[in-house]
């Protein structure tokens, strides 16, 4: 089929799956043409998944409709303090921050509260949220840290790890589900005072729905930046929709050091809550 000349947009990399079971039954695309990260590779201790229910019953339903969820990715601030896409934030729903233990099992830690910027509401770019967990997440998970605009990285020469859980294949009928996929993208403009940068996904390599919320890393003397935050991509539509790549263009995340003082204000706010805890200056948790 030939493409139509038409730039279309992927609202939301939210993807909806319809199943409890993380083995493999999640609704929505994740990472395409990346690598498998295993429970060895420290990004297994990074990156977080972010799953919200959308209905109310625990099952199936009379007529066998299983529970639909919303699935997303995240990454830890703090202990409790959790990093996502307010797009991500569903009103009245119950959500949950998963991972896998060192042996591989899931382990679901339930959200009570989301701070989502003010900002977002009159300007779809800012698409952040803070959620904040009932109790504290395990040691062995890593904290992100927030960048300075002074960081000695040279972005044209540096890849933008991007990584998420859920399916890697963004054409029908998709596949590929429950397993956390990283993979290096390029840049291709930034601007400190913009509220999102692009990522190349030319190639057919990078986010794709279902990593809404997930960080965009970049690794500097051992620690791990969260730049960006995975907000949506955009694609080529063609005649046959069903033959559209839909995450193979280009790739949009907000950009966190336009948000950062609202980050280092809201997590230092939520601290003064029971159990929490907070930022310092340069973004790292304390």
Same mark, same amino acid.
């Given at each position: 089929?030939?493409? +139509?000349?038409? +730039? ?7 993807? $909806? ?13 994740? &990472? ?13 201790? +990074? ?5 919200? &229910? ?19 990715? #995240?990454?830890?601030?703090? !202990?409790?303090?959790?990093?996502? #896409? ?13 991972? !896998? ?9 339930? @959200?009570?509260? /989301? ?17 904040? +967990? ?57 601007? &400190? ?14 986010? $794709? ?6 960080? =965009? ?5 051992? !620690? ?5 935050? #995975? ?14 790549? !839909?995450?193979?263009?280009? =790739?949009?995340?907000?950009? @966190? ?9 809201? @997590? ?15 973004? /790292?948790?304390?």
């Amino acid at each position: 089929m030939r493409k +139509l000349i038409l +730039l279309l947009t992927f609202l939301g990399l939210a993807a $909806c799956q319809g199943n409890t079971d993380y083995g493999g039954n999640i609704s929505g695309k994740t &990472i395409v043409g990346g690598e498998e990260a295993d429970a060895t590779n420290p990004l297994s201790r +990074l990156i977080l998944s972010h799953r919200t &229910i959308l209905t109310d019953n625990g099952g199936e339903d009379a007529e066998g409709t299983e529970v639909r969820y919303l699935q997303c990715s #995240a990454s830890a601030l703090t !202990k409790t303090l959790i990093l996502t #896409a307010a797009h991500c934030v569903k009103p009245d729903t119950s959500s949950t921050i998963d991972f !896998k233990d060192a042996d591989g099992r899931w382990v679901s830690t339930p @959200v009570v509260k /989301a701070t989502i910027i003010d900002e977002y509401q009159t300007n779809n770019d800012a698409d952040l949220a803070i959620l904040t +967990l009932s109790q504290p997440l395990p040691d062995f998970i890593q904290m992100v840290t927030l960048p300075e605009p002074t960081l000695p990285i040279d972005l044209k020469k540096t890849k933008l790890m991007a990584a998420g859980w859920g399916r890697n294949v963004d054409v029908a009928p998709y596949g590929g589900a429950g397993t956390l996929r990283f993979v290096g993208v390029s840049i291709t403009n930034y601007a &400190i005072e913009e509220s999102t940068f692009i990522v190349d996904q030319t190639d057919g390599k990078g986010m $794709c729905q279902g990593d809404s919320g997930g960080p =965009g890393l970049i690794e500097f003397q051992g !620690k791990n930046y969260v730049l960006g935050v #995975a907000k949506k991509t955009m694609f080529v539509q063609t005649e046959d929709d069903s033959e559209t790549h !839909k995450c193979n263009y280009k =790739g949009t995340y907000v950009n @966190v050091l336009k948000y950062k003082k609202w980050i280092v204000d809201t @997590v230092n706010a939520l601290s003064q809550e029971p159990a929490q805890s907070s930022l310092s200056e340069d973004g /790292a948790s304390l």
